[in-house]
């Protein structure tokens, strides 16, 4: 199923390489989920191609990476994280002749790029899998409790809700922590750790900068796979360690992983990363998984479940530094992603907010990840009729909705699929594609329609219509990114709070003040410096600054 490039030589490396202090330390990383980003081919679903001629958009836009999810071959039962060749590309999404293509333009632009990897689980489509003698070895069968077996082996739960447990038809039942169409790997198995290996020089011999390691959380499992004793398991993710998440095993697979990357590397002087999405239950054992030996970033999903207020930021921001900082890595801060709410929605439904979110975010010491759209303030789309539904989670009815009230704090989520902000859960609101332009649906997304649904009041939500407008929320990411990358003292190094009303988070970094205001109102303070740039307008009368009601500023000093 592998295949072949019509030109096989090595891709241009990007610029800045060398072990150094580390590009990913402050590096903006832009997620492009491919099959909603850009469409080439009229099919309705975005693709390589694609992506590829919208890469001077994101050169424009100023970040400094690109991460693109899963566009391997796969049936699609999980969005492509149910990868059955991990060395081929989808046909929905191209060949891998436009994997090499994309790579290459986006070397040429002085973009990184970094793909994901899945290693929890593969497809039931694998042939791995498909064969039943290997797959034995490879994936993890028990037989099942009760009289005839007829009982799954444990109590665990898929994080799609129902048993983690399927029978197959010879009477065993494997493990599946996801859908069933995902059986989880077997890493007590030395052959599963040279495939992936393998799977990963395969794609750095392809010029890729890195790996977004996925469920990096979750790859060992606690030995004799005990009970957890009752059930709702998914609302405990993130909250606590639990038998298939967050074990101490995994980390002896990143520390291999590190190993491959720097020898990789430093063999072609330049800096290939992993990151993880691991959820762990606080930041110190996050931090565990940026040890100087481990992998180089971890997603800090506390700061994406923070709430929108004072106290509640800065202790997450306070422990996430602490945290990150005694291991002496960077941390990672995200507010979206394609597993959550997107953050206008959730922070109650208000772009100020998600505004300030951003600028806020832009402003803490670290690297950060934004995910396609956020740049544009589009809301989850939550009115998408069933029918057109594709997560494996609604249809395994096993989301706890619970919604939480509008920017009330969401607590841990689960692995993946964090609720929030009066949603239904479902991961289908925060991935319609991308407005690009035009006035009606499909926005510019490609030649044909688009596989969900787009709103029909989108028309002033396109990339057209927000470029140049210096109002629009495209216009405030880009010259925020273009501030990040001009002042030193933005990005990697010291932070410090400074006394700030209720309510108003103040603190410094070199040369520059951060304020963010997270009540619903105005508030005002002596005027810290001149503004740079405020996610809503600032007024400085009689050395008197007004910050409105959920805003950021930054301000030179
Ligand atoms: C990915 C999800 C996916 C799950 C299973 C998550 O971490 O981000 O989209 O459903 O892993 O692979």
């Known amino acids: 199923m592998t295949q072949e490039l019509t030109s096989p030589s090595p891709a241009p490396q990007a610029p800045g390489t060398g072990r150094g202090p580390g590009w990913w330390r402050d590096a903006v990383i832009y997620q492009v989920y491919v099959r909603s980003f850009a469409d080439s081919d009229g099919d309705g679903i975005g693709d390589l191609r694609g992506a590829r001629e919208r890469l001077p958009y994101l050169k424009d836009l100023g970040v400094d990476a ?13 969005g492509g994280y149910d990868v059955a060749d991990y060395r081929a590309v989808d046909p929905l999404f191209g060949t891998l002749q436009d994997a090499d293509d994309l790579i290459r333009t986006a070397h040429d632009l002085g973009l990184r790029v970094i793909v994901d990897i899945v290693p929890n689980h593969t497809s039931d489509r694998h042939p791995w899998f498909q064969d039943p003698a290997l797959a034995r070895q490879r994936y993890i069968f028990r037989p099942g409790k009760g009289e005839s077996g007829e009982l799954p082996p444990n109590d665990w739960e898929s994080v799609f809700g129902g048993p983690a447990w399927a029978r197959t038809d010879r009477g065993d039942w494997y493990l599946h922590l996801f859908a069933p169409e995902q059986p989880d790997l077997n890493w007590d198995n030395p052959e599963v750790h040279t495939e992936f290996e393998a799977i990963m020089r395969f794609w750095l011999d392809l010029g890729v900068d890195g790996f977004r390691i996925d469920v990096a959380h979750g790859m060992i499992k606690a030995p004799g796979l005990p009970d957890i004793g009752h059930g709702a398991q998914a609302q405990l ?3 606590q360690v639990l038998p298939f998440f967050d074990q101490d095993g995994v980390h002896a697979i990143h520390r291999a992983w590190r190993r491959l990357l720097d020898g ?9 990363i992993g990151v993880a999405e691991a959820w762990a239950p606080t930041a110190e ?13 971890a997603f800090n999903f506390q700061f994406l479940n923070a709430p929108w207020q004072a106290d509640g930021l800065r202790s997450v921001i306070d422990a996430s530094l602490a945290a990150t900082a005694s291991v002496g890595a960077p941390t990672t801060w995200v507010l979206s992603n394609h597993d959550v709410v997107r953050h206008t929605t959730r922070l109650g439904g208000s772009l100020a907010r998600a505004r300030a979110a951003t600028l806020l975010m832009l402003a803490l010491p670290g690297s950060a990840y934004l995910y396609q759209g956020e740049e544009l303030g589009l809301p989850e789309v939550t009115d998408l009729p069933d029918e057109v539904r594709q997560d494996p989670a609604f249809f395994r009815g096993g989301r706890e909705t619970g919604p939480a009230g509008p920017g009330t704090d969401t607590e841990s989520a689960p692995d993946g699929v964090a609720t929030a902000g009066g949603q239904d859960g479902f991961r289908d609101g925060c ?3 991308l407005p690009w332009s035009g006035e009606l649906p499909p926005y510019g997304f490609g030649p044909g329609g688009s596989w969900l649904p787009q709103p029909a009041d989108w028309g002033g939500l396109t990339v057209a219509a927000q470029t140049g407008d210096p109002a629009s929320t495209l216009e405030l990411y880009r010259t925020a990114l273009e501030l990040r990358r001009r002042l030193p003292g933005l990005g990697d190094g010291p932070m410090s709070w400074a006394p700030a009303p209720d309510g108003v988070l103040a603190f410094t970094r070199p040369g520059l003040l951060c304020t963010v205001n997270t009540l619903g109102h105005d508030v005002g303070l002596p005027a810290p410096g001149t503004p740079l740039l405020s996610s809503a307008p600032v007024t400085v009368d009689d050395a008197t600054a007004r910050l409105p009601g959920d805003s950021c500023t930054w301000w030179a000093i």
């Open 66 to 78: 690109v991460w693109l999810t899963p566009f391997y071959a796969s049936p699609q039962a999980d």
């Open 431 to 433: 991935r319609v594609p």
């Open 237 to 239: 993710i993130g909250a």
């Open 285 to 297: 054992r996050l931090a565990l998984y940026v040890r100087p030996d481990e992998l180089h970033q």
């Open 264 to 272: 990789y590397g430093d063999a072609r002087g330049k800096q290939v």
